[in-house]
């Protein structure tokens, strides 16, 4: 087993089976290697203190915050109340799980996503420390069978597909996941929001959103309930979509190719190669997109059909100058559009966003209709 960090603290009643098909599971560490592995995640970016006064605890460098105890203690300990309505919660875990450290605590109730790779990442750390064991100055290849990463990267999209509840809680932000990566410093924001389940980033207009895992359980386990009826086929086809996901939030500092990305997302759903020599591909499959995405978003959400066809319209002639790299004619675009000068899209990405978001969604609860209609 090996386990995927996430963006929230809960203590967990019992782990939460989000798949049986691909062995996934939602919960708190449990085993020792489980614990150590997020206590060290945690202990190199965050410094818990016992002596600093504590309206010190906001102190921070570029990559560790600092934390006092007593306010850990007093966070923790208002997990009760925060949560007193949620079925999921384990109210004994803190009388149960503290051991004079309330860092412990913290440790114990983060949430994981815990996956079978059939021992892979077990053996290959044995395998690397005997390696040095052996051979201390020198660097050593190892070898092992494919399981286990490509188990792992296939709960990283499964987890992308997850994420897609989550865009409307992101606004402000496009990096739009629940998984904990490790990839840039800023850790004196996220502890804070993971530990209160409050602020998470800011809007455009400077507002704070708000967002918690725990609070949307029952839909994380209602769309993988779903997911976990699809077919083979249609589960590699969503997993797929979930590689895509993936890789568009990796580029979220790139707005226009995550835009374009996530155009081709909905494109791969909806539409098919129309007949060259009978249509003008690129016209043919803007008029598809116009039509399969309206037709979804208005069932979804009731936005008037003519309304949405016209802004779904203008979205593909923006991929289309981007892709073309008609950047003269995508300046226009944005100008008329009242946008800044550098024609940043950022505001239509994450429009684009909450459409794949439905189209998805929709494609993992009625699979059947979305497939059909792709067809047309």
Known sequence: MNIVLLKSVFPLKKKITLSKKLGIELDNPKTKDEIEYVRNFLKARIDFQKTKKLENYFLMSDTKALLHQKYLEKTLN????????????????????KSGNYYDCL??????????????FKDLRKSAQEARKK???????????????QREERTLKYLSILDLLFVDKFKGSLQKT????????????????????????????????YFTIADNLNRIIELSKQIEKLSDEQTEKILYVGESIKSINEH?????????MLIGTLEFILTHNPDAYRFNVEDSIRKQFQLKVGIIVNKHTGEDLSSLSAKLKNMYDFRSAIAHGDFISLKSMVSKRGKRKDFDIFDLVEETFDYVSIV????????????SLKKL
Request: glycine share 6%.
């Open 135 to 149: 051979y201390p100055r020198s660097f050593v290849m190892l070898e092992g069978k494919e399981l286990g990463p």
């Open 252 to 260: 979220h500092l790139e707005s226009r190719m995550m835009f374009v």
């Open 78 to 97: 208002n997990l009760g109340t925060q949560h007193e309505k949620n079925l999921f919660f384990d109210k004994n875990f803190l009388r149960r799980s």
């Open 360 to 371: 998805v969604r929709s494609y993992c609860r009625e699979p059947n209709f979305v497939e």
């Open 178 to 209: 629940i998984i904990l990566s490790d990839d840039k410093p800023k850790f004196h924001l996220w502890l804070f929001t993971y530990l209160t389940g409050m602020m998470h980033g800011r809007t455009t207009h400077r507002e704070f959103d």
């Open 107 to 120: 440790v114990k109730s983060w949430l994981i996503i815990r996956f079978d790779d059939e021992g892979f």
